[in-house]
C-alpha cells in the first residue's frame, strides 16, 4: 500500500484534539491559525498519502475558519499550491478584497506563499486535499499564481479527470506499492499542470510530456466509459480523440501496455466484479461475458483464467454465500498475479501520541 497516516481527533482527550488538529494542519499544509465554536470537542478524520514530493489528504472535519496571516507568509513558506476538492459541505475564501464561495464538486485552489482566510459552513466538510510544491507545475510561476482563487469545475475537461483520478485513489490504496507513489506524484503533478493550463487557456504552455499524459489519462477514461461498447477499437479510440492509430499505440507504448491489452484488462475486471456480485449471482455467465465484450464463450473462460488463474466457474462458486460462510469474511479471492499486498488485518495499527495511526512508509509532512 501507499504510505499514508490517519489522523482521528476521537483518538485523544477532547481537550487535546483542536491543538492536536492545528498542529497536524500546520505540517500538512503551512502554518494556519485556526479557530472553530466546537474547538472544546472538535471532530476530524484525516488520511495522508505520501505521493512522493506530492501529499493528498481526505478528510472530513468539524466546521472551522483557517487563517494564513502575513506573519505566518514570512515565518515559513513551503511554496506550495493546495488544492481541495470539496465533495460535502460548504465554504469561502478570502485574499484581501477577493471573495470565491466554494462549490461542490469544483478544486478549489490555494498558495502557501499570499495569505489568507477560509471559512467553513456550520455542518461538517468533506473534501480532498492536496499539496504540491510550485516547483513541479509545469508553468511559469506568474502563470500558475493566477490560478489561485479561480475554481476549476470538477465535473467536466481536464478539472473532471483530476477530481476523478483523486477521488478513485483515496478510496482504495491498497492495490498499490510504495514503488508506486512518486510515479503516481507525477500523475497528479501533470494533471494539475493541465488543470492549471487550461484554466489559464494556456495549453502551448505545457511541456510535451505533459501533454501526453494528460491525453493518455483522457483516453483511458473514455475507454472505461465504452468497455461494453462491441465497436470499442483502437481505430475509434483515436477517431474520438482525433488522433492517429500510430500515436494511440505510442502513447499506450510509453505507458508499457497495448491498447488492446488495456482494453481486454479493463473488461475482465468488469467481468470479474459481476461475478463475485451475489446480487448477479442468477445471471448466467456466457451472459455476463457478453456484457463485457467477450461473445464467445470458450474465448472469455481462457481469458479469464490466464488472468485469474481460474475459470469464471470457480471464482463463482467461492463466491457463493455458502463458500462465503466458510471463509474469513467471505471475501472472494483475487489472482495473484493482479492482486497487490495490502495492510495485514492482524497486525496492529500503532496510535501515536497526536492520535495518529500509521501504516507503511511514514510521508512527508508527517507528525512524529
Not at 38 to 54: C, E, K, N, P, S
Request: net charge positive; charged share 25%.
Amino acid at each position: 500500500m501507499l504510505p499514508e497516516s490517519v489522523f482521528r481527533s476521537l483518538d485523544l482527550p477532547p481537550g487535546d484534539r483542536f491543538d492536536a488538529w492545528t498542529e497536524r494542519m500546520g505540517r500538512t499544509h503551512a502554518p494556519l491559525e485556526l479557530s472553530s465554536d466546537r474547538a472544546a470537542d472538535y471532530r476530524v478524520h484525516q488520511r495522508l498519502i505520501g505521493l512522493g514530493d506530492v501529499t493528498v489528504w481526505p478528510a472530513t472535519f468539524d466546521s472551522l475558519v483557517f487563517r494564513r496571516t502575513p506573519k505566518l507568509v514570512r515565518q515559513s513558506d513551503p511554496e506550495v499550491y493546495h488544492l481541495s476538492l470539496l465533495l460535502r459541505g460548504e465554504g469561502r475564501a478570502t485574499w484581501g478584497r477577493q471573495e470565491v464561495t466554494y462549490r461542490l464538486s469544483d478544486i478549489h485552489v490555494n498558495s502557501s506563499s499570499r495569505s489568507w482566510d477560509i471559512f467553513t459552513g456550520a455542518d461538517p466538510v468533506t473534501i480532498v486535499g492536496m499539496e504540491i510544491p510550485r516547483a513541479l507545475v509545469a508553468l511559469p510561476e506568474s502563470r500558475a499564481d493566477q490560478v489561485v482563487g479561480r475554481p476549476i469545475s470538477g465535473r467536466e475537461g481536464v478539472g473532471a479527470l483530476l477530481s476523478q483520478f483523486l477521488v478513485n485513489l483515496t478510496a482504495d490504496t491498497c492495490p498499490y506499492q510504495p514503488q508506486d507513489a512518486p510515479r503516481l506524484g507525477t500523475v497528479v503533478a501533470d494533471l494539475v499542470t493541465a488543470a492549471f493550463a487550461h484554466t489559464l487557456d494556456a495549453d502551448p504552455l505545457m511541456p510535451p510530456e505533459a501533454h501526453d499524459r494528460t491525453l493518455t489519462l483522457r483516453i483511458k477514461a473514455f475507454v472505461r466509459r465504452h468497455l461494453a461498447d462491441p465497436e470499442l477499437t483502437p481505430a475509434a479510440i483515436a477517431a474520438a480523440h482525433h488522433i492517429s492509430r500510430s500515436r494511440l499505440y505510442a502513447l499506450f507504448r510509453a505507458e508499457g501496455v497495448g491498447v488492446a491489452a488495456y482494453i481486454r484488462d479493463q473488461r475482465l475486471e468488469r467481468a470479474h466484479r459481476d461475478l463475485a456480485d451475489p446480487a448477479l449471482r442468477a445471471e448466467p455467465i456466457h451472459s455476463i461475458a457478453a456484457r463485457w465484450g467477450f461473445p464467445r464463450p470458450a474465448d472469455f473462460t481462457r481469458a479469464f483464467r490466464t488472468a485469474y488463474g481460474m475459470p469464471p466457474s470457480e471464482l463463482r462458486a467461492a463466491c457463493s454465500p455458502e463458500a462465503a460462510g466458510g471463509a474469513a469474511g467471505g471475501r472472494p479471492p483475487r489472482s495473484p498475479a493482479r492482486s497487490t499486498p495490502g495492510p495485514d488485518p492482524d497486525r496492529p495499527v500503532r496510535p501515536s501520541a497526536r492520535g495518529e495511526r500509521i501504516r507503511g512508509p511514514v510521508p512527508r509532512g508527517t507528525l512524529r
